[in-house]
């Protein structure tokens, strides 16, 4: 490429802006690799949608480590509205379902159908979900009811399998988690999931 090409082709880089990308963070340990991934392609909104995070205090964790991991990458942040008691309603029924069975599919298409809503008001054509990065999450099953409501949406859902092999992702991913020592929790979210240790049993 000559000089003027050259030139002219990094001023088109600094003009054309970043197609923006909402990607809904479930913890802070699962969105520390992908949003180093994408931070240099997308312009992200970093969005915190987990009512189903029990108790509170537990929530008020997770929230201020994904608000700390926006501040590291200097990105955008947007925190949804928490209401517990009105997640119960959408799971009832399937309170003894193990994890990964229906009442998580309730739980994944509540949390994706409400980040498919703020792409929208975000006029965002793209969104995403640090949720498949998990080994404990079906990737599948997510980029099954994500890619739904994409069509229903008329956007694009970007699947984690467009960011490389889940198993090294997730390995960078607790490189960086040990890096920024985030607060690593030890249940998925809901009271369903919560198992007690021995010590918290004994108290
Ligand atoms: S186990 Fe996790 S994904 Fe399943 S319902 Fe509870 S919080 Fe949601």
């Known amino acids: 490429m000559n000089d003027k090409l050259e030139i002219e082709e990094k001023l088109k880089q600094k003009i054309t802006p970043k197609p923006k990308l909402i990607l809904h963070i479930c913890c802070a340990v699962c969105g520390a690799y992908l949003i180093d991934l994408l931070k240099n392609q997308f312009e992200i909104i970093l969005y915190f949608y ?3 995070i029990w108790p509170k205090e537990e929530y008020d964790k997770r929230l201020k480590e994904a608000e700390k991991l926006a501040e590291i990458y200097q990105i955008n942040f947007q925190e949804g509205e928490y209401n517990y008691d009105l997640w119960l309603e959408k799971v009832r029924g399937w309170e003894s379902e193990p994890e990964g069975g229906k009442r998580c599919l309730i739980c994944f298409r509540e949390r994706l159908e409400k980040t498919a ?3 929208k008001k975000e006029k965002s054509l793209y969104f995403t979900t640090t949720l498949a990065i998990s080994p404990f999450k079906d990737e599948k099953v997510l980029d099954e009811i994500a890619t739904l409501i994409a069509k229903e949406n008329n956007l694009i859902f970007l699947p ?3 960011f490389g ?3 090294e992702l997730w390995k960078k991913t607790q490189e960086l988690s040990k890096k920024y020592e985030l607060y690593h929790q030890k249940y998925c ?4 999931s919560f198992r007690p240790t021995k ?3 004994d108290l």
């Open 199 to 201: 010590k918290e049993k």
């Open 160 to 162: 984690l399998s467009e």
């Open 50 to 52: 987990n009512p189903n």
């Open 117 to 119: 809503e703020i792409a």
């Open 165 to 167: 092999d889940k198993k």
């Open 189 to 192: 979210g809901c009271q369903f």
